[in-house]
């Protein structure tokens, strides 16, 4: 069995995550809008900051329940979501913008949605 408490968390923690990416990109309608000056720049980076976070919480939460609580919930990829937290973290330099723009314009809503029935299911 798991810590429900830690588990629990974790997942208020990327709910918060993707609240935060949902609220600041909101004003984004393309990948150029990321790249037009500093300011967006810095929205880029903080966005990241949010995936990364958002991934290294999917690898404690697997290592937390033995992989087992996650797989429950096979409609989101979570091993490419940890999997984007490596990329970002360790190739931070080789950042594919569209890739951030895909996954942080389409993508959330439907990961919050899961993330809030995980903890409905476990509380």
């Known amino acids: 069995m798991y810590d429900k408490e830690i588990v629990l968390n974790l997942l208020e923690n990327m709910?918060?995550?993707t609240q935060k990416?949902?609220?600041?990109?909101?004003?984004?309608?393309s990948v150029?809008?990321?790249?037009?000056?500093?300011?967006?720049?810095?929205?880029?980076?903080?966005?990241?900051?949010q995936l990364i976070a958002i991934g290294e919480a999917v690898k404690k939460i697997d290592k937390e329940t033995d992989k087992k609580l996650l797989k429950a919930y096979s409609q989101i990829p979570w091993r490419e979501v940890a999997g984007m937290r490596d990329i970002l973290s360790h190739?931070?330099?080789?950042?594919?913008?569209e890739v951030v723009f895909?996954?942080?314009?389409?993508?959330?809503e439907g990961l919050q949605t899961v993330l809030k029935q995980i903890v409905e299911d476990i509380s």
């Open 15 to 17: 709910i918060d995550a």
């Open 21 to 29: 990416i949902l609220y600041r990109n909101k004003n984004i309608h």
């Open 32 to 49: 150029d809008d990321y790249l037009k000056d500093d300011n967006s720049l810095m929205l880029l980076d903080s966005l990241c900051m």
């Open 91 to 97: 190739h931070y330099f080789d950042l594919n913008a």
């Open 102 to 108: 895909e996954v942080t314009t389409e993508h959330m």
